[in-house]
C-alpha cells in the first residue's frame, strides 16, 4: 500500500468544513479539527481523527450541540 501524506493544515480544513457543515461555529470547528489533527500526530489515533464521524453525526441528531452557552477551553502545561 503505497503511503500517502496529507499536509496538517489541509486535515484541520478538512475537519473544520465537516463540522461547519454539521453545525458548530468557525471558532469551534477550527478548535477542534487542530485537536483531531494534534492527537494522530502525537500517535494517539483513539482521540484523532477517527472520532470526527462519530462527532458530526452526533452534532446531526443534536447529541452534541454547538455554541450552547459554554465555551471550551484548551488548557496548556
Same mark, same amino acid.
Given at each position: #500500500? %503505497?503511503?500517502?501524506?496529507?499536509? !496538517?493544515? /489541509?486535515?484541520? @480544513?478538512?475537519?473544520? !468544513?465537516?463540522? !461547519? @457543515? %454539521?453545525?458548530?461555529? *468557525?471558532? /469551534?470547528?477550527?478548535? #477542534?479539527? *487542530?485537536?483531531?489533527? +494534534?492527537? =494522530?500526530?502525537?500517535? +494517539?489515533?483513539?482521540?484523532?481523527? @477517527? !472520532?470526527? *464521524?462519530?462527532?458530526?453525526? =452526533? #452534532?446531526?441528531?443534536?447529541?452534541?450541540?454547538?455554541?450552547?452557552?459554554? &465555551?471550551?477551553?484548551?488548557? &496548556?502545561?
Amino acid at each position: #500500500m %503505497a503511503q500517502v501524506l496529507v499536509k !496538517r493544515k /489541509e486535515i484541520v @480544513n478538512f475537519v473544520t !468544513r465537516v463540522l !461547519r @457543515n %454539521a453545525g458548530a461555529n *468557525e471558532a /469551534e470547528s477550527l478548535q #477542534m479539527g *487542530e485537536v483531531l489533527a +494534534h492527537a =494522530d500526530y502525537r500517535g +494517539h489515533f483513539s482521540h484523532g481523527l @477517527n !472520532r470526527l *464521524e462519530m462527532y458530526h453525526n =452526533d #452534532m446531526k441528531v443534536g447529541v452534541i450541540k454547538s455554541s450552547s452557552g459554554i &465555551k471550551p477551553e484548551i488548557l &496548556k502545561p
